[in-house]
Each structure stands twice: as structure tokens, then as C-alpha cells.
């Protein structure tokens, strides 16, 4: 595809390059004429001079051929003549012009000044046919000529010099045409740069409104107009979301404590065995709502951690004991290496959020009987690594990209295990805040390791 850039320096060097040509077709033909027109004025008065000549040695004939001979005329080169009786007979003969037809003799009498170009061998001439009568009634012809050589070789230079300028204009004309439409286009790849990086995290950015009250403003106007109406209607999307997930939140609770209680005081089996499933099913929609509510909460409250001074060590052995539970359900054992006592300033709430997500994802993708293992250690430059390493199903290589992305489940997975797809993007977030970083290495059917790097000073 040609860009706009590239479709005005062709447009340009196409206009100039046909008006160039137009010009020099005008400049060479009125060259042409004028120098015709000189040619023909000098072979005129060359024809006088000798015709003047011919009239006053009328008396003598035959005529002295060398006294005619010595006339000479400026501005002409390799001229030459022939003189003719009115009924063709020859008197002077030229050797070069004896050559041309003489079909002028008669159309002469008619016109008394006939000019064309004639082509002799290799040569061409500018030819004059004329007829005069003498005091003495003789009528004769004359047929002067004169070499065009010169005027050929001024026009041939002529043409050689457009033949030079034309090229370099339109080179000149590109080069002029790329500098014009780079510095005309420049403010729309500023709109295009900043645009690009304009998402869904960061819709209070807005495009740069150039001075000149341009095409080019009312452009980035327009565009900030429509990122102003995005970012209203996303704002008011995580709103609802966040009203909604709050306002859902009581009633859940409401439901799951009085469904609880309903299971423990119920003997009937069949009916204790629905209520387990609709206590389960609420669960869920617990789990949902809550992880809304934090994602809803990041994106209202983005910039806000509440920092203090936490023992991550001890964060961890809390957030596997409190998985522990469900591990044991699917006899999974969760092995922990917490070697040192490591402090660190960090929002503990969030932080818990993330260890708890990673620890319930790596039993949720495992096999039963299996271990799950958590490593708490040091690394270079004030940084901590937790890794979180499970021998479950595993990721395939093409879904890494995507599983920190807000809603991403596989698909595979999606029909068998419950999810909202929304625990390793809130993760991603949460680190980020605490500018750390989320890594990923994955096994398809050999298991999962998620490493989180911390910074232990963050102020
Ligand atoms: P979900 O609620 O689906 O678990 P997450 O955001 O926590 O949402 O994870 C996103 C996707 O990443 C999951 O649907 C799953 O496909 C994949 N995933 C996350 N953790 C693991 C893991 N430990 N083993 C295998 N796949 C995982």
C-alpha cells in the first residue's frame, strides 16, 4: 500500500515534471522559430544582395560568377547559390544545390518568395527561391541556401541542457516534495504516536491540540472529543460494575450464612446434598463479585497502596494455610521454603490477594495427590523472589500471552474448572503497583511456575 507521503511526492513530481516538460517544449519551439525566422531574414537579405548584384551586371552576360561570389552575409554560414533563366535554364550552378529538384522554378512566378528545408546527402540547408525581372526585362530565379548546421547544433544543445534539467528538477522537486509532506505530516504521527498508546488503563491521556487552527486541530479536537466519550462510558461501566458487585456482596453473604446453617440442622440427605451444591454455586459468585470489587477498586483507586511494614515470610506461610483446606480436598501437599525472615514495605492486603489466587490456580490445575511448592528467597539489588510452582496441567506456549489479560480462560479448561479469568490480571496489577514484576514459565501435562520479584524498598 502507498502512503498519503508517498502519493503527494509522485502528485508533485507528476505536476512539475509535466509542467516542466510543457516549458521546455514551449521554450525549445519558440527557440526553433526564432531562429528559423533570424535564418530566413539573413537568406532574404543575402538574396537582395546578389539579386542587386545580378541587375547591375545584367549587361555583362554572361554573368561574372566570381564577382557574385565574394557577397557575403552575416549571421548565415555555408551559403550558396544558383541562378536560373525563366524557363529553368541554369546560368549559375552550384555543385551541391544542382542536386535539389527544381520543381520551385515555376511555383516561384506565383510567389516571389518561396523558403523550405532540404536535405543534400548528409547535410541540410535552409533553401530561398526567388524570381526578379531586370531593367532590361530578363526574368530570373534565384535559389539561395544557407547551412541550418548551426541553428541544428544550438537547438541539439538546447535539448540536451532539458534533457539534464528536467531529471534534476523533478530529483530536486521529490526531495523538496518529501521535506513538505514530512513536516505537514509530522503533527499527525505525533496524533498517531500518542493515540497508539492511548488503552483502556489510561483514557485521561489526552492528544496535544497544535497552535496553527488547522485541519490537523480540528483532527486531534475531534479525536480527544471521542477518547472523552470512551472514557465516560468506561467510567461509568466500572461504576456499575463496582455498585453492583458491592450492592451483590450483602445479599451473597446473607444467603451463604443462612445456607449454612440450613445444612447443619437439615437430616434429610437429599435435600442436604442440594444444599451443598447451592452453597458451592454461591461460593463462586462470591468469588466473582470479590474479584470484581478488587479490580473495580484498582481501577478507581489505582495510584493508592497502603503501605506498611510487613514480614513477607510470615504473609506466606498465613496465605498457605489458609489454601490448605482446599489442597487437602484434592490431597494435594503444599511444601514451603521460607529460609529467612524477610520485612518489607508493601500494601500486606493486596499482596495476600495475589499469593492466595496463585496457591488456590496451582490447585485448581492439578491433578489430585500431588505437591505444590512455595519459595520465598532473595536475589540481587534489594529484590525478593516468591515462586509458586505447581505439577499440574500446565499452559500452552500460545496462551502465555494472554493469561494476565482481564476475562482470559482457556478454553479447554473453561467447561471442566470454575474461574473468572480474573485472578492473574488483578496479580499483574497489584505488582505492578508495587513495581514488581509477574513471571511465567509453563510445561503443557508437567506443571506451572509463577515467580513474583518484589522490590523490598518501594518508597
Ligand atoms: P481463572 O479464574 O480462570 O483461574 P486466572 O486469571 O487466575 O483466571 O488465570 C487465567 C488462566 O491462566 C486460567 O484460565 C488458566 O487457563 C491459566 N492458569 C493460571 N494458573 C494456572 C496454573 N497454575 N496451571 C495451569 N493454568 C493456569
Known sequence: MFTIKFKIILAYTTVFGVMFTIFAAIIYNSTKDASFMKLDANLKSYSISLQTEIEELDDHVPIDYKKLSSIREDGLSGEKFQLFRSNGEILIKDSILSKIPKENVNRVFNNSFIYENRKVGRRRYHVLWNSFETANESEYIL???????????????LFYLFLFIIP????????????ISKAAFKPVAKMANTARNISGEN????????????????????LNEMIERIDNAFKSQKRFIANASHEIRTPLTVIQTELEIVEKKIKNNELKEGIKNALSETEKLTKLTSSLLTIAKLDT?????????????????????????????????????????????ADKEKLKSIFLNLIDNAIKYSKPDSRITIVLEKSSGNKINISVEDTGIGISPSEIPYIFNRFYRSDEI??????????????????????????????????????????????
Not at 509477574?438 to 511456575?449: A, Q
Open 143 to 157: 535559389e539561395t541556401a544557407a547551412s541550418v548546421k548551426d541553428v541544428h547544433e544550438e537547438l541539439d544543445r
Open 168 to 179: 534534476a528538477g523533478l530529483i530536486v522537486t521529490g526531495i523538496a516534495a518529501y521535506f
Open 301 to 345: 483507586y489505582k495510584a493508592k497502596l497502603d503501605l506498611s511494614q510487613i514480614r513477607i515470610d510470615e504473609l506466606l506461610a498465613e496465605c498457605a494455610q489458609t489454601m490448605n483446606p482446599t489442597a487437602i480436598k484434592k490431597n494435594i501437599r503444599i511444601a514451603l521454603s521460607l529460609n529467612d525472615a524477610v520485612e518489607m514495605k
Open 414 to 459: 473453561r467447561a471442566e474448572i470454575t474461574g473468572s479469568g480474573l485472578g492473574l490480571a488483578i496479580a499483574k496489577e497489584i505488582v505492578d503497583l508495587h513495581r514488581g514484576e509477574i513471571k511465567v514459565t509453563s510445561k503443557i501435562d508437567v506443571g506451572t511456575l509463577f515467580t513474583v520479584v518484589l522490590p523490598t524498598d518501594i518508597s
Open 203 to 222: 483514557l485521561d491521556r489526552r492528544l496535544e491540540i497544535p497552535k496553527a487552527k488547522d485541519e490537523v486541530r480540528a483532527l486531534s479536537e475531534t
